[in-house]
Nanobody
């Protein structure tokens, strides 16, 4: 069992930056691939980024490539999402998730956090 808690969301102006964190409980954090997803009002949950258990492989949605960076610190049981050059269309609730496969599909992930709101003003 893994419990995930996101933090770091907030209100930022377009062009600004935020860093999201996702703290995981449990001793098996390093066994899991981790993903970030987001959901805007009235839209389906969409993939943002994912990272392998070792951190050696990363995967990004085209919409965030070059602007967002996913990383992890297995010693701290934490995964991060550094978001730069934010745009109003990045506004959403951001969720972290844990699973055994590095995937862009939400169904590949077994555990989910409660989400953190990111709002980007124009």
């Amino acid at each position: 069992q893994v419990q995930l808690v996101e933090s770091g969301g907030g209100l930022v102006q377009a062009g600004g930056s935020l860093r999201l964190s996702c703290a995981a409980s449990g001793r098996t954090f390093s066994s899991y691939a981790m993903g970030w997803f987001r959901q805007a009002p009235g839209k389906e949950r969409e993939f943002v980024a994912a990272i392998s258990w070792s951190g050696g492989s990363t995967y990004y949605a085209d919409s965030v490539k070059g602007r967002f960076t996913i990383s992890r610190d297995n010693a701290k049981n934490t995964v991060y999402l550094q978001m730069n050059s934010l745009k109003p269309e990045d506004t959403a609730v951001y969720y972290c998730a844990a699973g055994f496969d590095l995937s862009s599909w939400p169904t590949a992930y077994d555990y989910w956090g409660q989400g953190t709101q990111v709002t980007v003003s124009s």
